[in-house]
């Protein structure tokens, strides 16, 4: 029955968050309803779907709302579990991959937000250190493997390929050289986009995420 | 064999996300090697066991860490699953108990620390707010069920009963009524440490826990 698999994604193209969610979409080959939202005026079905944060993305499946990005892939990835395994099926590597995914979203996205929209100066240097060593310590958990999921595309892939789409951004104004410094990174990266349709379907150019972060610098008043 | 249930949980006894991980082992019934750790001088195995955070806790099972603790939760789950389960078998629900413990410990832990270990003023005032608001959200969530996971003690509330412990620090330093305010969430506590052995086994006396944060404050010079 249609009703069965009404899928409803809430989300804001230039999200790292939504962009993992699309691509778990994606692997597992779902259609869904994709409703671009206006965040600086939210609309009644965001608010009424995820009042506690009131955030995007949101995942809405056969009506009921499920929301926090990773939490919506461990979703997506139980539901459809046919096709494309996001997650290695041994308690102790799903332990691992969740501990990568939530390194991801405290370290590296979090200060990635700090040198793009903080101005120069005690913080922007802490967190372009901190990027720098977590991003470091992502190209030495990956390693000589193909995916960081081993041989095939995983979760920890799904949560951080987003990253490559800003990284253009992150260079510019957190004046780092990722690509030299971190070789397998972008080689998994180019990989990524070169073999995974999920991923190149759904990542923007770097250079419109780039034009995005200029428009927001001058709402916040960083740049004229 | 006895190698294959070696399991150690390096540890530090207020700590509420170490709580959670003992309730959840002793809701399984599984024997560990506990290890206090000291945190202002941490341990080679520390350090070794949880490189990137080097925090507790850390689970050793097998020679093998697995650190953070929620997912140190869920693989225990997974590990030790004929007894107890923490998790609700499907999809949605178990996405729901998620959301609720990282609601936790984004909002309800983080303001809390900032309600201790804060001077008073703009912060500490919104801390102060956003917590009241975050566990009046908990207490809607519970509505008139017995435990969070329904009829059954589960994820959620072996993520949120160590609060309890820590509730009498919060209504001092935060100027909090909680007890009052939050009548469905006191008697949720209490039923939790009156019919759960694995947790009035593992909760502190709040008086420990508050004599605890008063020599910290005396530590950050925020008391005399």
Chains 1, 2 share one sequence.
């Not at 069965?4 to 989300?11: A, F, G, S, Y």
């Not at 995007?56 to 395994?85: F, G, M, Q, R, T």
């Not at 979203?105 to 979090?110: A, C, G, M, R, S």
């Not at 780039?210 to 428009?215: D, E, I, P, S």
Request: hydrophobic share 40%; proline share 4%; charged share 30%.
């Amino acid at each position: 029955m249609a009703k069965q698999e009404e899928v409803i994604l809430l989300d804001f193209w230039p999200s790292m968050w939504g962009m993992r969610v699309r691509i778990a979409l994606a692997e597992k080959g779902v259609s869904y309803d994709y409703r671009e939202q206006d965040l600086r005026n939210k609309s009644q079905l965001l608010i009424e779907m995820n009042p506690v944060h009131k955030k995007i993305p949101v995942l809405i499946h056969n009506s009921k709302p499920i929301c926090e990005s990773s939490i919506i892939v461990e979703y997506i990835d139980e539901v459809w579990k046919e096709k494309a395994p996001l997650f290695p099926s041994d308690a102790y590597s799903k332990a691992r991959a969740r501990f990568w995914v939530d390194f991801i979203d405290k370290k590296v996205y979090h200060n990635g937000r700090i040198l793009l929209y903080t101005p120069k100066g005690e913080e922007h240097e802490a967190a372009r250190k901190e990027f720098m060593d977590s991003v470091k310590l992502l190209e030495g958990e990956l390693g000589e493997k193909d995916y960081f999921g081993g041989e095939s595309f995983g979760y920890v892939d799904a949560a951080l390929i987003p990253l490559y789409a800003w990284l253009h951004a992150y260079e510019t104004y957190g004046e780092l050289k990722v690509e030299q410094e971190c070789p397998k990174l972008i080689g998994w990266a180019k990989r990524c986009l070169e073999k995974k349709e999920s991923v190149s379907s759904v990542l923007p150019e770097s250079l419109k995420i780039l034009a995005f972060v200029q428009q927001m610098r001058k709402r916040f008043g960083l740049d004229e």
